[in-house]
């Protein structure tokens, strides 16, 4: 899944160092870089993408506008639990972080913030989040964000990331439970509207993060990252992204004819998944042609992946509206 570091604060640059050797806490961190790291532990981007699946679904379960104190609840709960999971995430692949150049910067790597002191944080943000969810919106949703955190540490993180190149695909799944999340906060249980919008997520997920492992695959390989764009060739990526790119428009489709959408999201589906499938069709052309570097545009697919999921999220939120 993308991660960016809002901290900004280099102690020491991870280059002057040899590789895999982290920094040493320096001993005077000023108090507002010190917020800024634990902030960046958090992958605020990360939960800002999360929490835009998450609300809208809140409206379609509840056919108009739901709760305004559960919505409130639910994003606060979910910012704390998918902040923990990013911060077990960041103490578990501290290591190989300082070896690339797009995470360099991450507060461990920098010593803004200890290893200890991360653990402490996740761990905390875990507890907490739970707790949250428990007892402001619903045990079961409680349950299904310790499921997510569980999953993106131990399964993602410790199991698949450093040994298959299906990482991301089967990782992903943590990213998808957001929307059954929303589901169940108002509805209190699982129906096949939140099942429809998680195989959504599921399918996005690998065609929206492939692009930028294409991009950044020498860093991968050269931690040992079997990143799919480490192990194939880029027509062996693109083929993937443009079978799952299809697979995620036709699963976006059925929410209307099973009667939970109507006539704005299914335009709204059509039109951007028409849009997605024509770039990803563009890199597979590029690729098949053997464009490499700053011609193959994989990034082109990758910005637009999140505006897609914005804009069809959005949908989400408007049709119960227009109906």
Known sequence: MLALSLSGVCVTAVETRPAGVLAEAPGHRPFGARVKAFVALTKPRVIELLLMTTVPVMFLAAEGVPDLWLVLATCIGGYLSAGGAGAFNMYYDRDIDAMMDRTSQRP????????????????????????????????????????????????????????????????????????????????????????ILFLVIFFWTPPHYWPLSMKVKDDYERVGVPMLPVVAGNKAVAKQIVLYSWVMVAVSLLLTPLGYTGWFYTVVAVVCGALWLKEAHALQARAKAGITGAKLKEMRLFHWSITYVSLLFTAVAIDPFLR
């Not at 399964?155 to 450093?162: A, E, G, N, S």
């Not at 991301?168 to 129906?191: F, H, T, Y």
Request: charged content about 10%; glycine content about 8%.
């Open 108 to 195: 461990l790597v920098t010593g803004m913030v200890s290893p200890r002191e991360c653990l402490v944080f996740a761990s905390a943000l875990t507890v907490g989040s739970t707790a949250w969810f428990w007892y402001l919106v619903n045990p079961l949703s409680a349950m299904l964000s310790l499921g997510a955190s569980v999953f993106y540490t131990v399964v993602y993180t410790m199991i698949l990331k450093r040994r298959t190149a299906q990482n991301i695909v089967w990782g992903g799944i943590a990213g998808c439970l957001p929307v059954i999340i929303g589901w169940s906060a108002v509805k209190n249980e699982v129906s096949w509207a939140s099942l």
